[in-house]
């Protein structure tokens, strides 16, 4: 179900973003990941911390240097989200990164679970952590996440449990819910220091 804006208007459901993903890579002959990130880009950035920290925890995970796209990715956007930037830049050999046109949409479409989740239990709560100039320490700990992400590549599990809780804080951010962004928070810096043990 779409979440009311303020002002009255109905900003789309995670569900509807991730259909809205999915159309778009269905569409294209050759899809890229532009093609997502224009999508997301378009409906609000905090989807671009959730698609790469849910991506991390799908199968895609086994793929070899994805982890370390993913973590680049989500490090870029936090750190463009905390400038408050309006055109979002990533670099072009990521970009234009093709996805595979018959594997691409069944992976996306794999994401509807966990959007669906969000959708169900997300409320408007503690929504001052969401704005600013509060937000910026959420994005610090994805900032901190997507840099450190790279460095794990080799160690089983642990860049997907970040990427995990990544997802989270995106996804209080998205839905304006605080809770969500907090427990977020709470588990990157558990997650960061059993990484850090585990070094």
């Known amino acids: 179900m779409a ?12 569900a509807q973003i991730i259909d809205s993903v999915r159309d778009r890579v269905r569409a294209r002959r050759e899809p890229e990941v532009g093609d997502v990130i224009t999508v997301l880009g378009r409906k609000s950035y905090a ?20 982890s370390s796209i993913c973590g680049i990715t989500i490090a870029l956007v936090s750190l463009q989200m905390m400038a408050h930037r309006r055109v979002l830049w990533l670099p072009k050999w990521l970009r234009h990164r093709q996805l595979d046109k018959e594997r691409g949409p069944k992976v996306i479409g794999w994401f509807r679970r966990p959007a669906r989740w969000l ?13 600013r100039p509060l937000v910026v320490l959420p994005l610090s700990f994805c900032l901190l996440a997507g840099l450190i992400i790279p460095f794990l590549e080799m160690l089983p599990f642990t860049s997907s449990i970040l990427g995990g809780v990544v997802a989270i804080i995106g996804a209080g951010l ?26």
């Open 3 to 14: 979440q009311q804006e303020r002002g009255g208007t109905e900003r789309e459901s995670a």
């Open 47 to 66: 989807p671009l911390l959730m698609v790469p920290g849910l991506a991390l925890v799908s199968p895609l995970s086994g793929i070899p240097g994805f």
């Open 119 to 131: 959708d169900r239990v997300s409320r408007n709560r503690m929504a001052l952590l969401t704005r």
């Open 174 to 199: 998205f839905a304006r819910d605080g809770l969500i962004t907090l427990l977020g928070m709470g588990l990157v810096i558990a997650a960061a220091s059993a990484a850090i043990y585990a070094i």
